[in-house]
């Protein structure tokens, strides 16, 4: 009677275990829990009978067997109570009764440690250009079971890094140098521009880090400047060319335009002249020249049009009296001069040259045309009178 006393009691003291935070844990019921009865010393209990202990969960538990681990376990704590009264006495007086001394297992993961693992780069975003971006995928492992878990959490680092940077390693490209054209201040800029292998403009596919810098000096060229040959309007057209140091002819844009000449049509500044040739054979070939400023010139700075016949002339006959005067006619300025024949006297020629002047249309005669020469005959021999205004060939005398 006294042991189903003893089952009643404990069965109305059985509580459930509380649920844990983490793995609910769950502690088996036992019926009729192992008990003892012990003799107590006199007065320990009314009527001096025995009393029966036995082990009562304190309802909580002693710490886990392991933090870090998938079968960690913790022991349920007890408390040694007297079964009539449920009073708790010394642990001893419950020795040698069984009890239940853990949990079953649970897995516990709060106390483990942690790798980083840090992943390995992407590619660049691009091999040739500025701020080019990669990302590394990071992972956390738990060091128990090299479970990957979440970076951020367990092992305090990103799981998605970006780095940006700048890079060079893969620019194709090369850079060509560009002269610009030369500035009214004489100066000239050199620059450079990306290009690839065709040549043709490929931006950003060089590497800025090693463009040359820019260079601003003094214009490459000089401008030079000729007439060419006179045309039949009595013009020249000036030939304007921009030349290097060599002499050789570069283009226009390396020469300072504010100092280009002009290239607007001029007048022809030569004048032809005409003087009579060696008498051979009966005939003499008139000498045609062009000169400027009493000095042969080339024949492209005179007026073609207005060229002297250089056709052969008949040799002046032998002179019959004191000589024979022959008088060249000088027409209009920068005319052709014209043998107008001979005549007896300085009468007979000046009248003869009159009448010249009038058939071509108006000019001068004798020294007073403006001529550097006249010439006097005195039968086959010309003998140059010089350019002396006194010896005028009206008042000449035969020679």
Known sequence: MRQILAITAFLATMTAVPTMAQDVVVMRRQIAPPSKTVAPPAGN??????????????????PWSSRCSTAATRPILYDCTRVSDGAVVEASMCSGITRTETTEPSTIYDGCTYTKVIGEPSPYSTTCGAGATRTRANACSRDLDLERVDPPTYCSIPQ??????????????????????????DVQATSYTCVDGSGIAAPNTCDPTVRPADIRGGCSGTWDSYLATCTSTGTHQPIVRCLGLSGAEIGDSNCNPAKKPSTAPVSCTGTW??????CTGGS?????????????VADGMCNPSQKPSAAPLACVAAATSCGTMVQQWFGPSGGVSTNIGSAASATAARSLCISKLSENGGGTCGWNSGQSITYFWKGQSAVNRGPTSADHLWAANCQ
């Not at 090369?174 to 054209?181: C, E, L, Q, Y």
């Not at 002249?273 to 060696?278: A, F, I, L, Y």
């Open 45 to 62: 209990q009314p009527g001096g009978q025995p009393a029966s202990y036995r082990w009562k969960t304190t309802g909580t538990y002693g």
């Open 273 to 278: 002249k005409s003087v009579p040739g060696t």
């Open 160 to 185: 998605i890094v970006t780095e940006t940077s700048d890079v060079y390693s893969g620019c194709t490209g090369s850079w060509r140098t560009v002269i610009g054209a030369c500035g009214t201040d």
């Open 284 to 296: 003499q070939t008139p000498v045609v020249t062009c000169q400027k400023g009493g000095a042969p």
